[in-house]
Structure formats: structure tokens, C-alpha cells
């Protein structure tokens, strides 16, 4: 493609000689470089930070030394900030020789050329030529990936990376106080007071965009392609994807709604170890990707960044809600929404949740965690594996635990793989007290529950692992929940053999059925269900035979 070719810049104010100039250089580089040509120095820049933010290289550029506007040299000079391993030459007439001799040791000038450079075979092409093999010398590639620019400790800036990664968006991560970072950040117009800023492949720049946003342009599904399916699934993690899975593999018109990234808890997992099919193991984001890639091949649509705001029963169809007003029926819906992390409601947390205090895995933040003192709270698998990850990169992580033991809610496999890891330590008995740091975290007070000592640690990262909320609120007045909100379903429904109040069929509800036909309920959502991977891709599969038992009932 044309704009994936390298450029070659020149910028002269004399129109003739410019269009000269151009002329010669696509005469003998215009199969392999793209020329472009400006007529003074604040156009070209101009030109550059467009190039700059679509992520093409520019090989060589080319400036005349006297211009009204911007000298040469002082546009060189400021060109080098966009494209530093770009050669620089200089068009200079004979009297200009003495200023572009000295421009050499200032702007670390590669040449300078005479006018007129005719013939340019003896006088242009040799000197250019030199300054292209230079060029290709250097390490410079071109971007094809999304890129962020941002602050280590932006809570913004984390979540756009989270999210990207999460829905495995190839991206490249800039520091806004670095070199580069800053040059993408003066191409775009822009200063640090702006950040995040994204820039799609494409060369468009996003300013602290929504997810709703950042989904779109970088080329997410974000609505359905048509108003009416068999089954709507509410919810990408494990349940949902096994659900679309099968539904989309028999035949059923099928879209996945998901409000963040597939994948759920599950997909932020460092390491699952107990799944079945896996000896040694997989991440929850490799299993995710390997589900929703199965799932959209079959003929699922799956729409990512897409709140979902209630659920409506219109004769025989169901009505699924979204936040931005819209809507969309079908016959059957499969609520897989899963269950949330608890926050920790110890002062300091909620201020520097994202400057070093996170919930989940947030596997972006591994490497940084490189010689650090690593914090990891709670008790159950999730917690688990994650310390087991962090070892490999934190010089010391601590395993925080409420309970006197792990026993009762960790696998024994997590349990003996955490004993044996020489750089993990567990407290039991321990809560989070409180949380310090000058716009990231420093310190951690940790209250011992059985005496109430509390002590003050040093801490740069802190990973929350606990409780389980259900994500259902948008369901309250419509579906059955238990008094913790998870979704009450089939044989839990019936109360001394009788059916649910309002239930207008004959039979009685389905397994995984919730308190209205033709909505079931599948994984850590559901009451009573089993907090396993395997069972709720097993639950969700389930769901599915139960949909075509709805749906082909007189």
C-alpha cells in the first residue's frame, strides 16, 4: 500500500523548485518511498505529525536552507523530535555553505547540497542514496499497532491498557514523560494534561476515551447487526462463551453482550492448572481468546463495551435493555454475567485504585512489579494464582488472608505450589488497614485481627482478590435473586412443590430456568452454582440444550 511506504520529505517555499525537487526523487525512489513534498517549514510539520500519528517511518528529510517562515535549519531541528532516526540534509545556495558546515555539529546535520543539484545522477541521487542505506541501518519500524501515551501512575491511562489488553488488542504503551511519548503527544497538538491519549493504527487520536469509544475505534463490535435473535447471552466470561459456543455451533442466531472484556475473572487469571485438557496449565486470557475466536467462527456475534441496563418481557419475546437507550429481542436469554470483586473500603484504597492498588490480576502490570514488595489479598483460587505469578517477577509477594487458614477455600494444588515458592509469605489472620502514597502506593497498614496490631509495610503494588458480588442489579423487579443478589434457578425455585408466583406454564422451570420461561441462568451468577471454570463452561453448554427444549416446546 502507498502510505505504508516510507517517506522521503522535502520542503523548499520556491514552488518550482520544490515541484523540481519532488520530481527527481520519484523519478528514482518513487517505487519503494513515498514523496512528499511542503512549502515551508510550519507545513511540513505538519505533514510529519500526521505521518507520526498514522505510525510510517520518514527516511530522509530534505529542506531548503532559506525560508521566510522557518529556516531549514530550524525546521530539522524540530523535525528530529518526531522522527529522530530520519537523515537530515540541507538544499543550500554557495553562499550558505558556511551555515550549513556549522548546522552539521548543531542539528547533527548528515549533508548539505549545492544548488542546482542537476544533474542529479552525479549530484542528488549518490548523496541520497548514502543517507537511505543510513536510514535502513537504523532500527526504525513502522507502528501497526494501537498506541497509548499515558503516565506509569494514571489510573485512566491503566484502564485504557487494561482494557486493550483484556480484549487482546495489540497495543504499544509510551510514557508521556519519555522521548517518544512526547513526540506523539506534540504530534497530535497535544500536552501531558491530555493523556490518555490512543492512536489507532490509522493515524486517529482519541483524548481519555470511553471504553464505549475506545471499543469502536479500534475495532470492536459495539452493536448488534439486527434487532431479533434466538438467544440473547448476557456476559463473556467462561458460561457466556460456552454458551455462545454451542448455541452458534447448532444454529441458534446468537449475540454476546459484554459490558467490558471476555473472559470474566476467569480471563484475568494468571494461570488455571485445573482445567481439563490442559496439563500444564493455561492462562485465563489465552482460554478466553481461544473460546471467543471458537465461538465467533461458528457465527456468534459478539459485542464488547455494551452495558446492559434490564430485561423486559414482551409476549413471547425478550427484551434486552442497553445503556445508550437501545435495545434488542429474542426468543431465549442466558444471563452469564458473573460475579465482581468486593472493594476494599480501607481509607487511601479508593484514591490510588489504579496508581498501584488493582483488582484482579492485571497482568499489564506484571513486569513492573520487577523488585518490588507485591501484595496480593484474598483467599480463594483467583488470589492464589496470581501470587504464584507475581513471584516470577516481584522480588517478595505476601499473600494476605482474613481466614485462619487456606484450606477451605484454596485448591490443594494452589496451596503446595504457594508453600513451595521461596518469595511467597502468607498472613493469615490479616486485613488491609489503610493505604498511603504520593499519587501512587507507598505503604500499607495491615491489621492482625486476632491481636488488632496493626503495622505499617512498605507496598508499590497491591492486588485485590474478594468476595463475590453478582453483577445483576439491572435484572431487580424481573428475575428471582437471592437476598445476595445471584440469580434463583430451576428446583430452588419451587417452594413445597409450588411454582413461582406469576410462572404461567404448566411445567415446572428448567434446571438452570430462572423465575421467567425462557431465561436461564449459567456460572458464578447463578445461586448455588459451583465458582469452577470447568463448570461454568459446563453450565453454559447446559443452558444451551435447555434453550432448544424452550424453544421446540408446543
Not at 497491591?462 to 445483576?472: D, E, M, N, R
Amino acid at each position: 500500500m502507498e502510505a505504508s511506504k516510507p517517506v522521503l520529505l522535502t520542503v523548499d517555499d520556491d514552488p518550482g523548485v520544490s515541484r523540481a525537487v519532488a520530481r527527481d526523487l520519484r523519478r528514482r525512489y518513487g517505487q519503494d518511498f513515498r514523496i512528499v513534498r511542503a512549502e515551508s517549514g510550519p507545513q511540513a510539520l505538519e505533514a510529519l505529525r500526521e505521518i507520526k500519528l498514522r505510525g510510517d517511518l520518514v527516511a530522509v528529510l530534505l529542506a531548503d536552507y532559506r525560508m521566510p517562515e522557518m529556516s531549514g535549519l530550524e525546521f530539522l531541528e524540530q523535525a528530529m523530535d518526531l522522527f529522530p532516526h530520519a537523515r537530515r540534509a540541507l538544499l543550500t545556495a554557495y553562499a550558505d555553505t558556511d551555515a550549513a558546515i556549522q548546522a552539521i555539529n548543531v542539528i547533527d546535520l548528515d549533508h548539505y547540497l549545492l544548488k542546482p543539484w542537476e544533474p542529479p545522477d552525479e549530484k542528488l541521487y549518490p548523496v541520497l542514496d548514502e543517507l537511505v542505506e543510513l536510514w535502513r541501518t537504523s532500527e526504525d519500524k513502522p507502528v501497526t499497532a494501537t498506541q497509548v501515551v499515558g503516565h506509569r501512575w494514571s489510573a485512566r491511562s491503566y484502564e485504557v491498557r487494561d482494557f486493550l489488553a483484556r480484549n487482546s488488542v495489540s497495543y504499544r504503551w509510551l510514557a508521556a514523560d519519555e522521548p517518544e511519548g512526547r513526540g506523539l503527544l506534540e504530534a497530535a497538538g497535544l500536552d501531558e494534561a491530555s493523556i490518555p491519549l490512543v492512536v489507532t493504527p490509522e493515524g486517529e487520536s482519541l483524548v481519555d476515551p470511553s471504553v464505549e469509544e475506545l471499543a469502536a475505534r479500534v475495532g470492536l463490535s459495539t452493536t448488534p447487526a439486527t434487532g431479533f435473535y434466538d438467544t440473547v447471552i448476557v456476559g463473556g466470561g467462561p458460561a457466556g462463551l460456552g454458551a455462545a459456543v454451542y448455541a452458534a455451533s447448532e444454529g441458534l442466531r446468537t449475540v454476546l453482550v459484554e459490558r467490558k472484556a471476555t473472559g470474566g475473572q476467569a480471563g484475568q487469571s494468571a494461570r488455571i492448572e485445573n482445567y481439563l485438557g490442559f496439563p500444564d496449565g493455561v492462562s485465563g486470557a489465552q482460554l478466553t481468546d481461544r473460546a471467543r475466536r471458537q465461538a465467533a467462527r461458528f457465527g456468534a456475534e459478539i459485542l464488547t463495551a455494551v452495558g446492559v441496563t434490564g430485561l423486559e418481557v414482551r409476549g413471547s419475546s425478550r427484551v434486552v435493555g442497553f445503556a445508550d437507550g437501545s435495545e434488542v429481542a429474542a426468543h431465549t436469554v442466558v444471563l452469564a454475567t458473573g460475579v465482581a470483586y468486593h472493594t476494599l473500603a480501607a481509607p487511601g484504597i479508593e484514591e490510588l485504585t489504579g496508581r498501584g492498588v488493582f483488582y484482579g490480576s492485571a497482568a499489564t502490570e506484571a513486569p513492573a512489579c520487577a523488585d518490588q514488595d507485591v501484595y496480593v489479598v484474598g483467599g480463594a483460587n483467583s488470589a492464589g494464582q496470581a501470587a504464584v505469578f507475581l513471584s516470577r517477577h516481584a522480588r517478595r509477594v505476601t499473600l494476605l488472608v482474613r481466614a485462619d487458614g487456606l484450606e477451605h477455600s484454596m485448591s490443594h494444588y494452589l496451596i503446595r505450589q504457594i508453600r513451595d515458592t521461596a518469595n511467597i509469605e502468607v498472613r493469615l489472620s490479616t486485613e488491609v488497614d489503610g493505604a498511603e502514597g504520593d499519587g501512587h502506593l507507598e505503604r500499607l497498614r495491615l491489621c492482625d485481627t486476632g491481636t488488632g496490631k496493626v503495622e505499617e509495610v512498605p507496598a508499590g503494588f497491591l492486588f485485590v482478590f474478594i468476595g463475590a458480588a453478582p453483577c445483576t442489579d439491572w435484572l431487580h423487579g424481573v428475575v428471582e435473586r437471592d437476598p445476595k443478589g445471584f440469580v434463583v434457578t430451576g428446583p430452588d425455585l419451587l417452594r413445597g412443590g409450588r411454582r413461582p408466583v406469576g410462572w404461567p406454564l404448566d411445567r415446572d422451570p428448567y434446571y438452570l430456568e430462572g423465575s421467567v420461561p425462557g431465561v436461564f441462568a449459567a456460572g458464578d451468577a447463578r445461586a448455588n452454582s459451583v465458582k469452577r471454570v470447568a463448570s461454568a463452561v459446563g453450565e453454559g453448554a447446559m443452558a444451551i440444550q435447555l434453550v432448544h427444549r424452550y424453544l421446540e416446546a408446543p
